[in-house]
C-alpha cells in the first residue's frame, strides 16, 4: 500500500487506528487541525499534514497531495458543538477521495443512524439526534460516490485497552458498548479485506451487549 490518509488520528479511535497501521509498517498520512499531537503522531511514524475538515478546498488540496489507497475517517463532533464535521467535514473527504481517485473509504459512524436508529432507546436517539442526522447524511453521501465503502457503526465508545471481543455484525437491531481500540482493531481488518467492501457493519463487544439478543456476526 501507498499509504492512508487517516482523519481523527488526534485522538479517541483514529489514534488507535494510527497506531495499528503505522506498527504494520503502512505510510499513515494524519490529518490534525492543531499542533497538539504531531508529536505523538510523528513517534508512531505517521506523515502528519494540517487542516480542517470543513475548509473542502484544503482538504482537497491535502488529499490531492499524494500517492493513497484508502481514506478512514474518525471524524466527529458533539451535540453542543456549532459546526461540526460529522457531515460537512466527510463530505469534503469523500469530494476530495473521489476527485483524487482513490477508491477506498472507509468511514467510521454511529450505531443510531440509518435503520440503526431501532437499535438506541428514545432518550439516546433524542440527545444524539443532531449527530446522528449529520452521520446519517455522510453515510448516504459516501454510499452513492462510487467509492468502495465500508461503514462501520460502533456502539457506546469507552477508552479502556482492547478486550478482543469486538464483533461486527450486518444485524441493524443490535446495541452495545465496544473499546475504542477494539473499533480500531476492526477498522484495520476491514481495510485488508475485500468482503468488507460495500458493507454497512455495526461494531459491539459481545460481552457488552444491550440485553441479550441473537444475531450473526459478520467475519472479515
Ligand atoms: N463517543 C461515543 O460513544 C461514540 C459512539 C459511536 C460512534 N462515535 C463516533 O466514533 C468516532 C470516533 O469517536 P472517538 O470518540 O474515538 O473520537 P473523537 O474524540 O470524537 O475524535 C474526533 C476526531 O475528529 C477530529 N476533528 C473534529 N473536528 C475536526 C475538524 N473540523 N477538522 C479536522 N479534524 C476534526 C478531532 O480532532 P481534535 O482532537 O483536533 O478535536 C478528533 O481527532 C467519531 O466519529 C464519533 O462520533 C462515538
Do not use: W
Not at 112 to 123: H, I, V
Not at 166 to 171: G, R
Amino acid at each position: 500500500m501507498t499509504g492512508i490518509f487517516l482523519a481523527g488520528a488526534s485522538r479517541g479511535v483514529g489514534r488507535e487506528i494510527a497506531k495499528i497501521l503505522t506498527a504494520q509498517g503502512l505510510k499513515v498520512v494524519a490529518l490534525l487541525q492543531s499542533e497538539d499531537a504531531r508529536a505523538e503522531l510523528e513517534a508512531l511514524g505517521a506523515t502528519v499534514v494540517i487542516g480542517d475538515a470543513l475548509d473542502g478546498t484544503t482538504i482537497e488540496s491535502l488529499v490531492l497531495a499524494q500517492p493513497l489507497d484508502a481514506v478512514i475517517s474518525t471524524l466527529g463532533g458533539k451535540p453542543t458543538d456549532g459546526d461540526r464535521p460529522d457531515f460537512k467535514g466527510n463530505r469534503n473527504l469523500i469530494d476530495a477521495t473521489v476527485k483524487a481517485g482513490v477508491k477506498r473509504f472507509i468511514l467510521v459512524s454511529s450505531i443510531g443512524t440509518g435503520e440503526s436508529a431501532a437499535a438506541l432507546p428514545p432518550q439516546a436517539l433524542e440527545t444524539l439526534g443532531p449527530v446522528l442526522a449529520e452521520k446519517e447524511q455522510a453515510e448516504n453521501h459516501l454510499t452513492a460516490s462510487g467509492l468502495i465503502y465500508t461503514i462501520i457503526r460502533p456502539g457506546g465508545l469507552k477508552s479502556e485497552p482492547p478486550r478482543g471481543n469486538a464483533v461486527l455484525t450486518e444485524n441493524p437491531n443490535i446495541a452495545g458498548s465496544i473499546h475504542r481500540a477494539d473499533v480500531a482493531a476492526l477498522v484495520c481488518c476491514c481495510l485488508a479485506s475485500e468482503r468488507s467492501h460495500n458493507k454497512i457493519l455495526s461494531a459491539v463487544d459481545r460481552t457488552m451487549l444491550f440485553g441479550q439478543p441473537t444475531f450473526e456476526d459478520f467475519t472479515v
